[in-house]
């Protein structure tokens, strides 16, 4: 799923992620021709698929009037959902983070979502003073919205309140797990944090964690969060749309715009609309079907799409079975018949740009005659092939996820599996993908789609490839030494470590068929500039919008 993003692009899914921006805006991808080993799942989908492209709806008065000032210096942003909460400790929700992440609060260290380095930012420099302890150095002359100065006392809070408080913050679970950290303000510019044992990506973990008054609230989440960005929240009409102004006292550049609205829509088809007829500046998250390409910018979000085989329940328990619908799956075909070349082949979780990332790894070729007969070996050994898998997407996880569903059904029933489908709402998903496990429902092969943000592969190694991961079936001892062991290094070693845990686990455990590192598509007005990359789909930086310019445009 695609609801948290672990990483400081920002911010990733659930542990479930950032890098130099280009100088101008990338141009959306159009779809490439139509290859033969495509016409399989466009043949089976033909109908589907007209349907679809043929039933683009427009906003219309009632639902997008009230989309904000047209007046130029309102920034009008559309996203999918109202976020759930403004809570800073929460905005590795991507609802969340889409609005807060450096336009309301800021962390002391960011990470570039292109060159994947660290930046100062309320911090302007750290150092690992003892094998378990950083120092980290405060910027001076910054106020928080209120007027209240910023020193190392208020970071020393908004990290203990995050990671060592009651309130069961998202940051928390995901990104420290259960270690708990001695955060000490040495001075008002000199902040001190311990862990409990080495962590070599301590900064980095920390660039999750976002930093407000000491005076904030420790029994209870606050609705209306107060930080050091550029923007400060103006009003929050529940169900409406959220109002910022510009935080005049900002301690950074002024962003260009006074003002920022949000409003939200559900169909991807009304947030394109609402950019066609000048109704939004900004639009999140359309796809290829309903979006105008010429008002579309597309952009590496990070995010990967991939079956997740529970190896515990027979016959996925037999790793032929496993390696057979790896090479059962036509990627290029689905990518270029359904997702409108929206992506890239995939052979393994962590995308391009993140530590760990394996070069070396190539997907798995589409041999449809070599997965039939590992179905068969296995068979003749005894394993009940035949017995229905049942294939989990979550609806509205992409655009086309229905289709893309159907496709693997009909390619994994090509090699001779029994596969039947289950689209699920967001929470029932939620009950396969994350421990305690369900019960009693036999082989799973749920369709997953995991960000990893943060740009280190440990934030997907724990979650997705430990035998007790959060959102991993099964695993192995072998595989869990060599996360371990990976997670104790740094710079290169750590690099070549985590390439080498990706590269085992392809070769023994394949808990993953792995589909597509997929691309998202952003709604963008002629009036309006500003370059999307892998953060944008949460973290999107306000003070990086500008007016358009007769020269840009």
Not at 412 to 423: D, E, T
């Amino acid at each position: 799923m695609s609801t948290v993003v672990l990483g400081r692009q920002p911010a990733s899914t659930l542990g479930d992620t950032p890098t130099m921006k280009s100088s101008v805006p990338s141009t959306p991808s159009s779809p490439r021709p139509e290859r033969g080993r495509a016409r399989t799942v466009l043949a089976l989908l033909a109908s589907v698929t007209m349907l679809l492209t043929s039933a683009c709806a427009v906003a219309n008065s009632d639902t997008a009037g009230d989309a904000g000032s047209a007046d130029g210096r309102t920034l009008r942003v559309v996203l999918t959902q109202e976020p759930p909460t403004l809570e800073p400790c929460e905005s590795s929700l991507t609802a969340t983070g889409v609005v807060v992440r450096s336009n309301i609060t800021e962390p002391l260290v960011e990470r570039d979502p292109t060159s994947g380095g660290l930046q100062p930012l309320l911090a302007t420099g750290w150092r690992q003073t003892e094998p378990r302890t950083w120092t980290f150095d405060i910027r001076s002359g910054v106020n928080f919205q209120n007027g209240r100065p910023f020193t190392a006392k208020d970071a020393a809070f908004s990290i203990d309140r995050a990671v060592n408080s009651d309130l069961a913050c998202n940051v928390e679970g995901y990104v420290f797990g259960d270690e708990k950290l001695d955060v000490r303000a040495v001075s008002p510019t000199r902040l001190t944090v311990t862990t409990e044992k080495t962590d070599p990506i301590l900064p980095l973990r920390l660039s999750f964690v976002e930093i407000v008054p000491h005076t904030t609230s420790t029994e209870a989440k606050v609705r209306i969060p107060v930080g050091t960005g550029p923007y400060a929240v103006k009003a929050w009409q529940t169900g409406v749309s959220i109002s910022l102004a510009r935080n005049d006292d900002y301690w950074g550049k002024a962003p260009a715009y006074p003002r920022a609205r949000y409003v939200w829509r559900s169909d991807a088809s009304v947030r394109a609309a609402m950019i066609d007829k000048g109704e939004a500046d900004i639009a999140t998250a359309l796809d290829h079907i309903s979006a105008d390409q010429g008002n579309t910018v597309a952009y590496p979000n990070n995010e990967t799409t991939a079956l997740r085989l529970d190896g515990r329940e027979a016959p996925l328990n037999d790793i032929r079975v496993r390696k057979a619908i790896g090479l059962a799956v036509d990627r290029e075909g689905i990518i270029e018949a359904l997702l409108g070349g929206l992506a890239k082949p995939a052979a393994q979780l962590v995308p391009p740009g993140v530590v760990g990332h394996n070069d070396g790894l190539a997907p798995a070729p589409y041999k449809v005659a070599a997965a039939r007969a590992l179905v068969k070996q296995a068979a003749a050994d005894g394993v009940p092939v035949h017995r229905r898998i049942t294939l989990v997407a979550r609806n509205g996880m992409f655009a086309g996820i229905a289709e893309v569903a159907e496709a693997l059904q009909y390619e994994m029933a090509k090699v001779g599996l029994n596969v039947r489908i289950r689209m699920a709402d967001t929470a029932t998903h939620l009950q396969y993908q994350l421990r305690p496990l369900p019960r009693g429902v036999g082989p799973i092969a749920l369709l997953i789609m995991h960000g990893n943000q943060a740009g280190d592969a440990a934030f997907t190694t724990s979650q997705y490839l430990q035998s007790d991961g959060p959102q991993s079936t099964f695993g192995t001892k072998e595989l869990d030494r060599r996360i371990a062991a990976a997670d104790a290094l740094s710079g290169k070693a750590r690099q070549k470590a985590f390439a080498e845990v990706l590269s085992y686990q392809n070769k023994t455990v394949v808990q993953y068929a792995y589909l597509a590192h997929m691309r998202g598509l952003l709604g963008l007005s002629p009036k309006v500039r500003y370059r999307p990359d892998s953060a944008t789909g949460d973290e999107m930086r306000l003070a990086e919008v500008s007016p358009a310019t007769a020269r840009g445009h």
